[in-house]
């Protein structure tokens, strides 16, 4: 492949700006498809869970043409927990494509990723989407753009960057807002631009090879294959070469499988030059980071500076009642090796076994970075326990420091008041506020602490119209005590099967976590009680019968439905003396083994 004529772009945005959207319009106008051809919709999103909760949680390439050139894109994700993938894969590009919707203009994470482009000194092209929304304001959201850029430093000639202006999910781009649309339109400016302000990959063919791994994909039959980017050199099949480990070490390996990305499939190339972006297979224990080099001169690239994880958590083999029943992997064997093969593929992530007992403790870069990780776990059959998360904090000239997160939270006028006030109890400090149409835009600097949890609570207080999202700030002095949970939980006093009769007799003292029929142990939690300390309770007494008939004794059986909490919800509502048990069938709550019941 003609190395002038190749194109390494990332796109990267904040969590539902359209970026996996766009990516499906660009391939779907390239030609790359048949007519008849039946293209799912948000095509870059191959994961279970992505499709689900429709956010992307791991980078993936794929390349299109357009006009001889070949274009390749780097699909970011866009939530901040998955920080770490953005760091590594901007190695690859050579240019990126930063998306801001019409609407919201620039938030926490178009921050923090347009910071990483900008250290990676890459040319960016701004596509201000979502133009077809009825409150799109794109004169402001440039406006913010170009102040986001002076707020990073940008040089000069980045500040001069290229706006297009597209509606991702209609598959039309302008170069001017105010422009008709014409014959359905198309997204052929994204394209120009990219050719346009994206330079070919630099590099030299006759230099000795260097392929940094910036991603790690998974063949059932090959193993685990390498992802980045040819900086030097050429890559042939069967070649033998040497692999530059993290830890400094050398180890010869021999590709046995080159794949080239064309739309979002991978076909199996003989060589590949200075520029392209591969996978290839050879090397069973391949990690991010390591450089494919020449054996006769080994030339590593410097590492990816990964910021640090913030948050940690136990995972510890299940020890329930219920421990075996329904999981298929379920000792802590299993689960080192699981974990292991995870840190393998997810730089950002850190595991060391527990000194005081049997487990693990995970660190990552926030609550859905490491419920991602235990759902994804489940669904493989495996069966174990998790504490509550903690904040990593750090110690400097004898003060304790905590993490704090920069928090954005855009909510209507009428409920301003409960979030200030929630926020200020989580210890948050507000530190701007704008409003403009009857909605209020407020962003607070807050311990990483006082957002544990605060989500469901944030839901419920804006009647499930707000939006929040936030991005790592810095570490900073501890705040002090928050408190997680007032209420005290229903314990279950013995095993048993629940009954209706029991549970309708309970409501008044809570709220249930649990239906009718639900089988029970010891210690597990089955509902919030409405005072502060734990209550222990039968939920399998049942109705005294007799062979009289009582006026009002014998009303219907009228049961609330329960509170369902998600893996997330579950995991925040615990306190440091409960556990969640996670089974690839269920998720429960339960005090831990020995723990003295209050109340």
Known sequence: MEQSKIRNVA????????????????????????????????LMDSMDLERERGIT?????????????????????GHADFGGQVERVLRMADGALLLVDAQEGPMPQTYFVLKKALENKLPVIVVINKIDKPAARCEWVVDQVFDLFVKLNAPDDVLDFPVVYASAKNGYSLLDPEDPVINGGSMVHISQMIVDHTPAPTGSSDEPLQMQVGTIDYSPYLGRLGIGKVVNGTMRLNQPIVVARRDGTIKPVRISKIF???????????SAGVGEIVAVAGMEDVTVGVTFTDPENPRPLPLVTIDPPTISMNFIPNDSPFAGKEGKFVTSRHINDR??????ADVALQCEPLEDAVGFKVSGRGELHLSILIEKMRREGYEFQVTRPQVILKEKDGKVLEPYEK???????????????????????????????GMVRMVFNIPTRGLLGYRSQFMTDT?????????????????????????????????????AFALFNLQERGKLFIHPGAPLYPGQIIGEHSRSTDLVVNPAKGKKLTNMRASGTDDAV??????????????????????????????????????????
């Open 11 to 42: 796109i990267i945005a904040h969590v539902d700006h359209g970026k996996t959207t766009l990516v499906d319009q660009l391939f779907k106008q390239s030609g790359m498809f048949r007519d008849n051809q039946e293209v799912s919709e948000r």
């Open 339 to 344: 974990l292991q093969r995870e840190i393998l």
């Open 463 to 499: 009647k499930g119209m707000g939006m929040m999202s936030y991005v790592f700030s810095e570490y900073g002095p501890y705040a002090g005590d928050i408190i997680n949970r007032v209420s005290g939980v229903l314990l279950v006093k013995e095993p048993c099967t629940a009954v």
């Open 57 to 77: 949680i791991t980078a993936k390439n794929g390349s299109y043409n357009f006009n001889d050139y070949w274009i390749n894109i780097i699909d970011t994700p």
């Open 260 to 270: 080239r990305f064309e739309c979002d499939a991978k076909i199996a190339v003989e």
């Open 558 to 599: 009228v049961l609330t439905p329960p509170v369902t909490m998600s893996l997330e919800e579950c995991i925040a509502y615990i306190n440091d003396d409960e556990l969640v048990e996670v089974t690839p069938a269920s998720i429960r709550l339960r005090k831990r083994s020995g723990t003295k019941i209050r109340g």
């Open 407 to 437: 928090l954005t939270v855009d909510v209507d006028e009428l409920y301003q008041g409960p979030v200030i006030e929630k926020l200020g109890k989580q210890k948050g400090q507000l530190e701007e506020m704008n409003s403009a149409n």
